[in-house]
């Protein structure tokens, strides 16, 4: 006799699945083809996905939520299905100086097929410009800035961007009008600054030369905090992904790295310090945390002389102890990398058990323990640049970008190799090289810099390289 579960004990037990387990499931029968498809499920996937807790109903319109995650995922994988041949090329010529680039449109969660990708970038002129990647136009400019502006970032969901110049002056825009919405002038250099979203409210992060760490409102820019981290400039300050947590990083490489509570940095006591521990591992060049473990942070230590590095992986916990409450930092794993391996540059890490990283002409995926899980060698000459979001990687290498996806639920093969673009935007630009690289969902965006032939350098003349699918890919 066949046993039917109760319709609540069902979607209990499809609460555990993944995308793949979930779509299985609901082939058995009508019955759990019911369950499978109820929106509690599919908007529980949502939220383990996307930052989408403020989607309502409303913003959903006739559509259900397993509509809704199924459309964020053709989406995201646009650029992963797309061919050489579907890609679009433009060119914006001379808007992209010294300072990086960065996206003020976010990968949007929403149910229109047509996106706008803006990019913000600092042109040879000092003006702080916005530009219509699909178009290939500018569509906003600040000012000419007095000083060189040697800072920017951006803070997609309030479509902002926040500037540091050389007079150590930070500025918001709104990248609509002429002026900033608020000025600040810093005591010391900014060498790190990082905008993000919290329940709280918008705000931004900056470390400086001195080796302390500012919290500010946004866009306001009022003074909500201020903590000395260390004796030295601070290079490196990366909050993690459900913004309960700031990394930091001296410039002094024998200083252990610090952990903070963001909580007690948005909400400071008085007379007491904020929450923070140090990282019992010195030598750190870069850190990244892991977008679906999200206390955990993996750290990339390298020697002076660069022949050996190691990777340390850590689970961040708070405790209470004796009504007091200490962050506890845990030590889950660690490899150092084969010496006959080039040195390491850039890292990025998937699911919070593997690590990727550029080797030479090399991509290397390791799992946190050491073990190579793949290897591609899809590039002739060496890695130069490098991006890791949650659905990507891109590599580049002389005149070539690599397109790389991340598989659904950590399933083999981790990473699965997709597109390779040569030399396409070459017949828009000559004599340039790759300096830069970033995708969001709609494009991939390069920094073309022309190179001197008389002594092979960069010329501070910038170009950059828009390229995406058509919509109907």
Known sequence: MEIRLPDLALKRIFSFLD??????????????????DSDYLWRSLSLQRWDCSNFTYQHLGTHTWKQFFLHQRRKELRLALAQPRNFIYKVTKNIAFETQLAYLSGNSLTMDEQEKSIICSVSPKQELC?????????????????????????????????????KKTIKVWNCQDRDALAVLPMPEPCYCMEAYLTKDGPFLMVG????D?????????????????????????????????VFACGTYSR???????????????????????FLPHKLCASACWAPKVKNRITLMSQ?????????????LTTKKTGGQ???????????????????????????????????????LLFS????????????????????????????????????YVWEEGGRHPYLRSCCHLENTWHDHTTDSCISSVMCDNASIVLRLRKQLQSAGADSPAASSGPCHPPPGQ
């Open 19 to 36: 995308l793949f387990g979930l779509l299985q499931v609901s082939q058995v029968n009508k019955h759990w083809n019911r369950i499978a």
């Open 130 to 166: 916005a530009w219509d990647v699909q178009e290939g136009t500018i569509i906003w400019s600040s000012p000419v800035q007095e000083f060189h502006l040697s800072n920017l970032v951006t803070l997609p969901q309030m479509h902002l961007a926040v500037t540091m110049d050389r």
């Open 208 to 211: 400086d030369a001195a080796g």
């Open 213 to 245: 760490i500012y919290t500010f409102t946004l866009p306001g820019l009022r003074d909500v905090s201020k903590v000395t981290a260390f004796q030295y400039g601070i290079v490196l300050l990366h909050c993690s992904p459900d913004k309960k947590w």
């Open 255 to 277: 200083t252990l790295p610090q952990v903070f509570l963001t909580e007690s940095l948005l909400r400071p006591s008085e007379g007491s310090a904020p929450l923070s521990t």
């Open 303 to 315: 020697s002076s002389t660069g022949k050996k590095t190691e990777f340390i992986t850590f689970d």
């Open 325 to 363: 409450t200490v962050i506890q930092a845990h030590e889950v794993a660690s490899f150092q990398v084969a010496a006959h391996l080039k040195c390491p540059i850039w890292m990025g890490a998937s699911d919070g058990y593997m690590i990727v990283f550029t080797s030479g002409p090399y991509l």
């Open 368 to 403: 946190i323990t050491g073990f190579l899980l793949q290897r591609f060698e899809d590039h002739q000459a060496a890695i130069n640049n490098f991006w890791v979001d949650p659905c990507y990687v891109l590599t580049t290498s002389e005149n070539s970008v690599h397109v």
